[in-house]
């Protein structure tokens, strides 16, 4: 099996480097399972194949001994799916066998604890008054202004600043697209001052990268998160998913102060309304007033 033609193809519509690549990692891992059992055509694969490679996801243990998790496993199913729907579309195979594949069922999880607006005010005043501290600020207050995901203020470039419009153009999202998001007062005040005082003696002549680290370089998703999980622990917060800690903290309190759900999907760049709306489970403020004022004990 030749998967390079899909993923030309899967480049070739515009979806992103990283998708690309998450597909053909998927892809490679397949053909190679395929492989050891003597299975080397697309011909040869049924949906009982399939339904084995899927079982032998869900025992498979990774080097810790726990089992894949369900997102990671629907993350490598989902590229043959698309893989198997190209090669029957361009004639390759006469049927499709991942046509009625059942997928895992991903449960929604609740964000966990939100920190409070007291609490990411205190968060986003730690780092120091220094060059990398001013950075530190910019990039705090940028997370929670905006809901920007890590990889996206990453690849931000200084052109992609309007601070006189207090806005931010984040380019290729996900699924490749671009938004324009505000920034507000105190997000472009911070800017401000680390491109003034900050960047100026950190950046290499010629780079238009917004966030560079103390060696002048762009942040990886790795120093990024690093980065901001330093902050958070040092406040008392968990740092799993540090940096997404900051999206949820925008949607959520944008919601509890009264905010239309549609425009945080907008903000936050996702395709799907319903995944927004996560956060209406989330905010409780609204219901807190409302028990308070109408339930007996509450009152009581």
């Given at each position: 099996?030749?998967c390079?033609?899909?993923?030309?193809?899967?480049?070739?519509?515009?979806?992103?480097?990283?998708?690309?690549?998450?597909?053909?990692?998927?892809?490679?891992?397949f053909?190679?399972?395929?492989?050891?059992?003597?299975?080397?055509?697309?011909?040869?694969?049924?949906?009982?194949?399939?339904?084995?490679?899927?079982?032998?996801?869900?025992?498979?243990?990774?080097?810790?001994?726990?089992?894949?998790a369900?997102?990671?496993?629907?993350?490598?199913?989902?590229?043959?799916?698309?893989?198997?729907?190209?090669?029957a579309?361009?004639?390759?195979?006469?049927?499709?066998?991942?046509?009625?594949?059942?997928?895992?069922?991903?449960?929604?999880?609740?964000?966990?604890?939100?920190?409070?607006?007291?609490?990411?005010?205190?968060?986003?005043?730690?780092?120091?008054?220094?060059?990398?501290?001013?950075?530190?600020?910019?990039?705090?207050?940028?997370?929670?202004?905006?809901?920007?995901?890590?990889?996206?203020?990453?690849?931000?470039?200084?052109?992609?600043?309007?601070?006189?419009?207090?806005?931010?153009?984040?380019?290729?999202?996900k699924?490749?697209?671009?938004?324009?998001?505000?920034?507000?007062?105190?997000?472009?005040?911070?800017?401000?001052?680390?491109?003034?005082?900050?960047?100026?003696?950190?950046?290499?002549?010629g780079?238009?990268?917004?966030?560079?680290?103390?060696?002048?370089?762009?942040?990886?998703?790795?120093?990024?998160?690093?980065?901001?999980?330093?902050?958070?622990?040092?406040?008392?917060?968990?740092?799993?998913?540090?940096?997404h800690?900051?999206?949820?903290?925008c949607?959520?309190?944008?919601?509890?102060?009264?905010?239309?759900?549609?425009?945080?999907?907008?903000?936050?760049?996702?395709?799907?309304?319903?995944?927004?709306?996560?956060?209406?489970?989330?905010?409780i403020?609204?219901?807190?007033?409302?028990?308070?004022?109408?339930?007996p004990?509450?009152?009581?």
């Open positions: 099996m030749d390079s033609g899909r993923l030309t193809w899967t480049q070739s519509i515009g979806l992103a480097e990283q998708t690309v690549a998450i597909r053909r990692f998927a892809l490679r891992q053909i190679l399972w395929c492989w050891i059992r003597g299975l080397s055509r697309a011909d040869q694969i049924s949906r009982e194949v399939l339904e084995e490679y899927q079982a032998h996801l869900a025992f498979r243990k990774k080097r810790n001994g726990r089992p894949l369900l997102n990671t496993q629907v993350t490598r199913l989902n590229p043959l799916k698309a893989f198997f729907k190209w090669l579309r361009s004639g390759r195979i006469a049927t499709n066998p991942a046509s009625d594949l059942c997928m895992p069922r991903v449960p929604r999880r609740l964000p966990g604890r939100i920190p409070t607006l007291v609490e990411i005010w205190r968060i986003v005043a730690l780092p120091s008054s220094t060059t990398s501290g001013l950075r530190d600020r910019a990039i705090l207050e940028m997370f929670y202004a905006t809901g920007i995901r890590r990889m996206e203020l990453a690849r931000l470039c200084v052109h992609d600043l309007n601070l006189g419009e207090n806005a931010v153009v984040i380019r290729h999202g699924a490749n697209r671009d938004r324009v998001v505000p920034l507000g007062a105190r997000a472009t005040k911070w800017l401000l001052r680390y491109l003034a005082e900050s960047r100026p003696l950190m950046a290499r002549p780079d238009n990268t917004l966030f560079i680290t103390d060696r002048g370089e762009p942040f990886i998703k790795n120093r990024l998160g690093d980065l901001v999980k330093r902050y958070l622990l040092k406040a008392g917060f968990s740092a799993k998913g540090a940096c800690l900051f999206r949820h903290c949607a959520t309190h944008m919601l509890e102060n009264g905010a239309d759900i549609r425009y945080i999907q907008e903000l936050l760049g996702h395709a799907d309304l319903t995944t927004t709306q996560i956060y209406t489970r989330v905010s403020g609204k219901l807190k007033e409302v028990h308070s004022r109408t339930h004990s509450a009152r009581e």
